[in-house]
């Protein structure tokens, strides 16, 4: 069968990603991990093709051409709560024009079901993109389904969640080739080609408002990820942004995968972290093996709101973490999350002053939002703070969802704003990174990227 693997088109530049959607903070998009995976699965019985309309900046005009050009049985697509009222109009026109509809994202991560009782164009949810549930939906074989919600011939809904065996999972390899060429870009990469990794699924770690941690936690063989990564290699791309919510969950896989990384010689990635992942030793070994660049979670530097969060570290650990960082010669990229219903403009200033503090290479700022099935957003619905029904979100800053006593949405999205300029716009930090950079082409990409993330908070 003819199945196409779709990022749907939109007005803004959208991420839909791993069960979270966003707008992009500067200008940079990623391959989606979710439409990777699933490209490997979907090759072993199907003629398997990909339509990156966000990467490749297509109208709903363009888009529709290029499906009528590949004509396609059944289109699995990505859908996001950020864009959500697009993806419904785009997508239930392509049902009414004749095509099976199979959705993931973040919007039907929680009560697909109602969503779909909603949405009588989605023939299928699925909730899990590492397992063979899409093989079954599309062939029909319902009785093997694992995570994923569907539509019966009858019309009847049903919904099955069955917990994944084992700590481990393989994938098919991904097929990247299918993937566009040109349209992505991120911004810590030093080589402006690259491609998106997954060696493993979903997180252990509790933090209250992120989804990932409601996934459970598997790896992938490490054969399988070292065959992926040489297939790439083969075809040129050297640059990797690994996609594993913390690198080094598991220590001796994590050093045995900077060891093979090292082999190859010519490797050069971005990962994410924990600041009590990272201790020397595994700091080491991460650079050995070609990394360049690790992401951290801060948050906040208020440790009665980390603990509310169950971040599992206090603010003082993530100041050590990010000054060993440094000593083994990486570059650090801190993540934070404002507009807390906790939040006051003391902490948000102590949070500030923390950022400024921490010698970081880049700052990444998250507006904080209840996401799908996460222990946040039943919390905020059981206070009042949001809506079952609340459907449009968007984490990357374009506005504040949350107010509270001390602080409106306008003020929250104001400081938000503030703490970008504040901590970019030093001439320190400026000419520390200009100090950095290793390439024109690096030097191209990051004044693009800061002009980009610039632009979004004056």
């Known amino acids: 069968m003819r199945v196409l693997l779709l990022n749907p088109p939109g007005r803004e530049v959208y991420i839909r990603d791993y069960f979270c959607s966003k707008t992009t903070k500067s200008n940079y998009l990623f391959h989606p991990v ?22 490749e900046r297509l109208s709903p005009e363009e888009a529709r051409a290029r499906i009528d050009a590949a004509e396609p049985s059944v289109i699995v697509s990505l859908v996001g709560s950020v864009s959500w009222d697009e993806d419904r ?44 549930d899409v093989l079954h939906l599309i062939d029909g074989s319902h009785e093997h389904i694992e995570r994923a919600t ?34 992505y870009h991120f911004s810590f990469a030093r080589i402006p080609r690259f491609a998106t990794l997954l060696t493993d699924y979903g997180c252990p770690y509790p933090c209250t408002f992120c989804v990932i941690g409601t996934l459970g936690f598997r790896t992938r063989p490490t054969e ?96 050590a973490a990010f000054s060993r960082a440094e000593e083994c010669g990486l570059r650090t990229v801190g993540t934070f999350v404002i507009g807390l219903p906790e939040d006051t403009p003391q902490t948000l200033e102590q949070t500030l002053e923390l950022a400024k503090g921490l010698r970081l ?3 990444s700022v998250n507006m904080a939002v209840p996401r799908f099935g996460t222990d946040f957003r039943s919390r905020t619905v059981a206070a009042g703070l949001t809506n079952d029904d609340d459907l449009v979100m968007d984490q990357g800053g374009a506005y504040a969802f949350f107010e509270n006593e001390a602080l409106d949405r306008e003020a929250m999205l104001a400081f938000k704003k503030r703490m970008v300029r504040s901590f970019y716009l030093r001439p320190s930090y400026l000419w520390r990174r200009l100090r950095a950079v290793d390439s024109w082409s690096e030097l191209r990409g990051q004044v693009r990227e800061g ?8």
């Not at 026109?93 to 779909?116: F, K, P, S, T, Y």
């Open 361 to 363: 290479d880049f700052m």
């Open 451 to 458: 002009l980009a993330l610039l632009s979004r908070n004056l």
């Open 34 to 55: 979710d439409l990777l995976a699933l490209s490997g699965t979907l090759s072993t019985r199907h003629d398997v093709e990909v339509l990156d309309c966000i990467a």
């Open 224 to 319: 399988d990820v070292i065959e992926e990564v040489d297939r790439l290699r083969a075809s040129g791309v050297t640059e990797l942004f690994v996609m594993d919510q913390t690198f080094g969950i598991q220590r001796e896989r994590a050093f045995a995968l900077c060891e093979a990384f090292a082999e190859r010689g010519n490797l050069s990635w971005t990962a994410f972290t924990r600041p009590d992942h990272a201790d020397r030793e595994m700091l080491q070994a991460m650079k050995s093996g070609g990394c360049h660049t690790v992401i951290m979670g801060v948050e906040s530097a208020s440790d009665e709101l980390l603990e509310v969060y169950r971040k599992g570290y206090k603010a003082s650990g993530v100041a």
């Open 150 to 183: 569907w539509r019966t011939g009858s019309g009847e809904i049903v919904s099955r969640e069955i917990k994944a065996g084992g700590s481990s999972f393989r994938l098919p390899r991904p097929r990247h080739e299918l993937f566009p060429e040109e349209g």
């Open 89 to 132: 109009s785009f997508l239930s026109e392509e049902h009414r024009r004749g095509r099976r509809i199979m959705v993931i994202g973040d919007v039907l991560h929680e009560a697909a079901g109602q969503r779909m009782k909603e949405e009588p164009w989605i023939e299928a949810a699925l909730d899990d993109f590492t397992n063979e």
